[in-house]
Every structure is written in structure tokens, then in C-alpha cells.
């Protein structure tokens, strides 16, 4: 009896598409580049890459997606792991800045491109992204307030949005610094707009970037 040879998926496929779309939107501008190029840079045929997505927007949406969800996931786990070790707010929000930090620097592609790109999506994407990330800021408010009771609640929306933009500063802007020197002077910018002072690591509250 012949043998049926069956096609094997390759399960690291779809990633590549998205982190060679990253790099490319990154490099020069998302519009500019086609699923072409995206296939040529990830080793994929262009008519390969339409088995995981249907056109170069829903690339897009994908990979913004993705670094959403990263985002929201490392603030969840922060959080609950803050709350189960009764940890105080100035510790949780020390390991939302330095997860957010990892988050800039790891994924700074796919971070540069959500700037430059977001508001170029459906009205429907766009709109839900915004939301997610005006929920992802409300964590970072939460925090704060009792940690700055002298600064109103538009005071305190400000300098998260300015921790958060201190942070995001390395999207666009290559320093040459070493990923570690990098990371430690981005966390006292961003405390610095904060107002408040980094809590050391403590590694029995597991409030660390994965």
C-alpha cells in the first residue's frame, strides 16, 4: 500500500510572518513593503503567507494584536501576584515599568510600527485597540493614586502617559546602550514621571518580567 505523505505544518510559520512584517514596517514604513516582501523575509513564498491571513491589513491588526496582548498579560500577572503576596502599589507599579520597559525593548518593532501604523486600521480594529489600551493606562492610574494623593485624577492620567512615552522614547530613537543599561536608565526616567521611586526586585513576589 503507498504510503500518503501528508504536508506537516510548520508551527513557527505564522510568527515569522509577523516578525518579518515587524521588521520590514519597522525599517521602511508598513505601507511600503508587500506580502511579497514579507514572504522573501521570512523564507515564505508570497502565495504562503494567505494560508495564515488574508491580506496585509490583517497582518497588521495581528501583530498589533499581539503586543496588546503581551502588554495586558504581563499587567494581569503583575497584578494578581502583587495582590496574592500583599504586595504595596509602589512594588506592583515598579514591575509594571520594568515589564513594559522589556515589552519596548524586546518587541520595539512591532511597538514602533503601532505608532506609526494604528491609525491607519478599520475604524472597527481601531477603535477596539484604543480601548485596550486606555485600559491597559487605567492599571498604571490605579496604582499611582495612593501613591500621589497631591495630584488630581487629570494629573495623574498625565504622568502615566508620560512614564509610558519616557519609556517608548527608545522606539524611536537608537541610543547604543546595552539592552541592561538601557532598561535601568529607562526605569528612573519613567518613576521620574511618575513621581515616585523603584522598588528593588523582590523575586518571592514573582513581580518580574517573564
Do not use: C
Given at each position: 500500500?503507498?504510503?500518503?505523505?501528508?504536508?506537516?505544518?510548520?508551527?513557527?510559520?505564522?510568527?515569522?510572518?509577523?516578525?518579518?512584517?515587524?521588521?520590514?514596517?519597522?525599517?521602511?514604513?508598513?505601507?511600503?513593503?508587500?506580502?511579497?516582501?514579507?514572504?522573501?523575509?521570512?523564507?515564505?513564498?508570497?502565495?504562503?503567507?494567505?494560508?495564515?491571513?488574508?491580506?496585509?491589513?490583517?497582518?497588521?491588526?495581528?501583530?498589533?494584536?499581539?503586543?496588546?496582548?503581551?502588554?495586558?498579560?504581563?499587567?494581569?500577572?503583575?497584578?494578581?501576584?502583587?495582590?496574592?503576596?500583599?504586595?504595596?502599589?509602589?512594588?506592583?507599579l515598579s514591575a509594571l515599568v520594568r515589564d513594559h520597559i522589556a515589552v519596548a525593548i524586546e518587541?520595539?518593532?512591532?511597538?514602533?510600527?503601532?505608532?506609526?501604523?494604528?491609525?491607519?486600521?478599520?475604524?472597527?480594529?481601531?477603535?477596539?485597540?484604543?480601548?485596550?489600551?486606555?485600559?491597559?493606562?487605567?492599571?498604571?492610574?490605579?496604582?499611582?493614586?495612593?501613591?500621589?494623593?497631591?495630584?488630581?485624577?487629570?494629573?495623574?492620567?498625565?504622568?502615566?502617559?508620560?512614564?509610558?512615552?519616557?519609556?517608548?522614547?527608545?522606539?524611536?530613537?537608537?541610543?547604543?546602550?546595552?539592552?541592561?543599561?538601557?532598561?535601568?536608565?529607562l526605569e528612573v526616567m519613567a518613576h521620574g514621571c511618575l513621581g515616585?521611586?523603584?522598588?528593588?526586585?523582590?523575586?518571592?513576589?514573582?513581580?518580574?518580567?517573564?
Open positions: 500500500m503507498a504510503e500518503i505523505r501528508r504536508r506537516v505544518r510548520d508551527p513557527g510559520r505564522k510568527q515569522r510572518i509577523l516578525a518579518s512584517a515587524a521588521a520590514l514596517g519597522a525599517r521602511r514604513g508598513f505601507h511600503a513593503i508587500s506580502m511579497a516582501d514579507i514572504g522573501a523575509e521570512a523564507g515564505i513564498v508570497g502565495s504562503g503567507i494567505y494560508r495564515h491571513f488574508g491580506s496585509k491589513t490583517s497582518i497588521l491588526v495581528a501583530m498589533l494584536d499581539q503586543v496588546m496582548d503581551r502588554l495586558a498579560a504581563g499587567a494581569a500577572e503583575i497584578l494578581t501576584a502583587g495582590g496574592e503576596a500583599g504586595a504595596g502599589g509602589a512594588g506592583t518587541d520595539r518593532d512591532v511597538l514602533g510600527v503601532y505608532h506609526r501604523e494604528v491609525g491607519t486600521l478599520p475604524a472597527e480594529d481601531r477603535r477596539r485597540l484604543r480601548r485596550r489600551q486606555r485600559h491597559y493606562i487605567e492599571e498604571w492610574v490605579h496604582l499611582l493614586a495612593p501613591l500621589r494623593p497631591d495630584l488630581t485624577d487629570g494629573e495623574l492620567r498625565l504622568a502615566v502617559h508620560a512614564a509610558i512615552g519616557a519609556i517608548q522614547s527608545t522606539l524611536f530613537f537608537r541610543s547604543g546602550l546595552d539592552p541592561d543599561r538601557l532598561a535601568r536608565r515616585t521611586t523603584p522598588v528593588p526586585f523582590d523575586s518571592n513576589l514573582s513581580l518580574t518580567p517573564r
